[in-house]
């Protein structure tokens, strides 16, 4: 039993696949508290029957046509005519800009690869200082995460077994508060010359009539799902069935001869997606049949009795595993173990949720393994010194967003009161 002990964490240092590691030690876990481990496979098994899972690959697909499309650039010259006259306005465009990309691809790497070689030159172009424009654009590649039809809160939903559409709805004032002290701090720093440009109506016809048919799209998810219409999952078939009409008949930015790539990339990222979650599922089994979350949570109350502290040891925590790992193997990893945790503290899984997520879209830009910073650091062709720098400012700004966020719950609750 030793001898294989050693052989999985040879695996994993190895760098071996997550999902053989995790897969792995839920057979050794099984066999030796002397379960049949035939149960391993029926909980993965299980998991093809979740209903809310057939939402994932729809998404998935839905984020990478409009990524292999021209709609971020049509998204960036639409903001541009209307929020670009205002001081700080191209800096608030970016910020919108990458939040709503980032909502429907669900990866800040996609969001910037795509929109740092259009945004950057614009914003300095405009006025703004290097530094301050490769922050904003690096830090607001993970932004959209807590929008609707963000694939970590849907994935979210699926392990903890929580309401998706109550997560759409807990995530979009927390959003919102971040672009909004992030907007402050662009029209702080925004340079004299960036106010004043005039709008004309005919700048305004044609920014509508180019974004036009992408710009119903928010409203047919949202919509769609509050107005009792649809359900997430009939939500991601309709989202999905319109981005492909618009982008391969009406824009024609894809052709029929890249549809097969685009499908294959796709589902090779949910494949990924699927099979550690599978595995999760089944070593989440084994811990809740041993009864570890509970016993974890009885030591950590010996020296933790208020939530308010749990709460800041878990951000803490949740920073440092964002640094360190993707946001999808946090998610599998992790939450099993926490929720359980949380909840003997009180706190609610939806609100559990939101504080997750948030820790996890700032980790990306934490220093010294941030996702983000390499992923910019390679986009920008810099040291990623420099970026841990440009970061700093807007990092401050995050954490300040992320105590607000913890600490007033009914941010995370009060839409799900009135719409949910």
Excluded at 82 to 105: D, K, M, Q, Y
Excluded at 376 to 404: C, K, N, Q, W
Aim: charged share 10%; proline share 6%; aromatic share 10%.
């Amino acid at each position: 039993m030793n001898t294989l002990k050693l052989l999985i964490l040879g695996l994993a240092l190895l760098r071996s696949p997550l999902f053989l590691v995790i897969a792995a030690l839920a057979l050794l876990s099984f066999h030796g508290a002397g379960i049949n481990i035939s149960v391993v496979i029926i909980e993965m098994s299980r998991l093809a029957d979740t209903p809310l899972l057939v939402s994932l690959p729809l998404f998935i697909f839905t984020g990478i046509l409009l990524s292999e499309s021209r709609a971020p650039a049509r998204m960036l010259r639409f903001s541009q005519i209307f929020f670009g006259w205002l001081p700080g306005g191209l800096a608030v465009v970016s910020l919108l800009v990458c939040a709503i990309f980032t909502a429907f691809t669900g990866a800040s790497g996609v969001t910037i690869f795509a929109l740092g070689g259009l945004l950057l030159p614009a914003l300095i172009q405009d006025g703004y200082k290097e530094r301050f424009s490769m922050g904003l654009i690096t830090s607001s590649g993970s932004l959209g995460l807590l929008f609707p039809p963000s694939l970590p809160l849907i994935l979210y939903g699926v392990i903890s077994e929580s309401r998706i559409d109550h997560l759409f709805l807990a995530g979009i004032l927390p959003g919102l508060l971040m672009i909004i002290l992030l907007a402050g701090y662009a029209f702080r720093m925004s340079p004299p010359k960036a106010a004043g440009k005039s709008l004309t109506p005919k700048e305004m016809i044609a920014g509508i009539r180019e974004i036009c048919w992408e710009l119903p799209l928010p409203f047919i998810l949202i919509g769609g799902i509050y107005g009792g219409y649809l359900v997430p999952s009939e939500a991601a078939a309709v989202t999905a069935l319109y981005v492909l009409v618009v982008e391969l008949f009406i824009h024609r930015d894809v052709t029929v001869r890249q549809l097969p790539a685009i499908m294959s990339k796709s589902m090779v990222l949910f494949g990924g997606i699927l099979v550690i979650l599978a595995a999760s599922m089944a070593s989440t089994n084994y811990l809740i049949d041993q009864q570890i979350p509970s016993r974890i949570f009885s030591v950590i109350q010996a020296f933790i009795s208020n939530k308010y502290m749990f709460l800041l040891l878990l951000n803490i925590f949740l920073l440092l595993v964002g640094a360190m790992l993707d946001i999808f193997s946090a998610l599998v990893l992790i939450v099993p173990i926490i929720l359980p945790i949380a909840q003997g503290y009180g706190i609610d899984p939806v609100h559990l949720g939101i504080v997750f997520l948030t820790n996890l879209q700032i980790g990306y830009c934490t220093p010294p393994v941030g996702l983000n910073l390499f992923l910019a650091s390679y986009r920008f062709d810099r040291p990623v010194a420099e970026l841990y720098r440009s970061t700093l400012p807007f990092l401050a700004l995050l954490l300040i967003t992320l105590g607000i966020i913890t600490y007033l719950p009914w941010l995370s609750s009060v839409l799900i009161r009135y719409f949910g």
